[in-house]
């Protein structure tokens, strides 16, 4: 299963508990009906393999199975990050003067519990890439200043060789100087990054690869031949994980993640406080969890292995870097934790 292409991998993507526990030879917890959920749960096989316990207090099926807490919390879906009002044009968030996000697809090769863009993908709020683009680049003749895109989703890596190669020209032939394309699928689907899509997308560089391990779990053999593929292409890679309660809320774990991604050439960028999505709920940590584990980090990683702990306050600041240290009167404070 795992010797799948990427393709036979999204093709044959497990929809209901059952399929999971019996992938995995486990038995299947009672009256853990996840069907009704609005955001749909899928997960590729080879993801799925790497479940050992099918509750909630195994990391993989946290992230991958609907907990009751969210069944219960989902009907408020909106958008937090209030991302529709940033959108001057369908498919483009623009939250800063040099930078802009476009969401090429909502398609995922699994569905994160955790997602972000749960509002979206519910309300189904994005068009095929093919309408969307040609608008983006029209903004782009206008906006000279925006010298950076994102390209997200969703995932852009679910689309076809020749799609994403076409996204990534067009945005090179409009002068866009730095490209960023953010992917789980070095986690999800590794197999998807195969050396002929290394070769093809190599034509483009610099291309910034995002992803978004947030377990040491997911560090597999397989995920470290994409690692390896993308950084021998020259690709270098950002990884932002996502503080989630029960799944990677401690030093130990996350200092086993920083160190495994720094050994495997990924840069751990980002470590974000989750976002405060409805439906959510049971993923959020106190602000004071993550300050005490970045402080502990600092005691054992080297610098390359720290991340930015990073608030997403879009209505009023945007990206609010927090440190436990501040200054008062040229003297360095630490705050309590
Ligand atoms: S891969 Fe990203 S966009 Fe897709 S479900 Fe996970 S967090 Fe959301």
């Avoid at 076409?166 to 394309?181: C, H, N, P, T």
């Avoid at 040491?216 to 996502?242: C, H, Y």
């Avoid at 945007?318 to 309590?336: D, M, R």
């Amino acid at each position: 299963m795992k010797t799948d292409s990427w393709q036979q991998q999204l093709k044959n993507r497990l929809t209901t508990l059952q399929e999971i526990c019996e992938l995995n030879g486990l038995p299947c917890p009672q009256g853990s009906d996840v069907s009704q959920i609005s955001m749909r749960m899928f997960v590729t096989p080879y993801y799925a393999s790497l479940i050992e316990k099918a509750d909630h207090s195994d990391p993989i099926f946290a992230m991958t199975v609907p907990s009751p807490e969210e069944i219960k919390n989902e009907q408020n879906s909106c958008d937090p990050l209030e991302e529709e009002k940033f959108m001057p044009v369908p498919g483009l968030i623009r939250r800063y003067h040099d930078r802009a996000v476009y969401t090429a697809t909502l398609n995922c090769a699994s569905r994160c519990r955790h997602c972000t863009r749960r509002w979206q993908i519910i309300k189904n709020a994005c068009s095929s890439w093919r309408e969307t683009l040609p608008k983006v680049l029209d903004y782009l003749k206008d906006h000279p200043e925006i010298e950076e895109i994102i390209i997200s989703g969703g995932d852009p890596l679910t689309l076809p060789d020749d799609e994403i190669l076409e996204i990534i020209s067009s945005f090179k032939k409009q002068g866009v100087k730095i490209l960023r394309l953010g992917t789980r699928m070095p986690v999800t689907c590794p197999m998807r990054i195969t050396d002929d899509l290394c070769q093809k997308m190599k034509a483009f560089s610099p291309i910034w690869i995002q992803t978004h391990f947030n377990h040491p779990k997911e560090v597999t053999e397989e995920a470290k031949e994409a690692l390896g593929k993308l950084a021998d292409s020259g690709f270098p890679i950002n990884n932002q994980t996502v503080l989630l309660k029960g799944v990677n809320d401690n030093t130990e774990t996350l200092e086993k993640l920083f160190r495994l991604l720094v050994i495997n050439r990924v840069r751990p960028y980002y470590l974000f406080q989750c976002d405060k999505i409805p439906g959510t709920e049971h993923f959020w940590t106190p602000l004071e969890t993550g300050l005490k584990i970045m402080k502990e980090l600092r005691e054992r990683l080297s610098g390359i292995a720290i991340p930015t702990f990073i608030v997403d306050r879009p209505a009023l600041d945007g990206k609010v870097p927090l440190s436990y240290a501040t200054s008062k009167e040229n003297e360095i404070v630490f705050s309590e934790i």
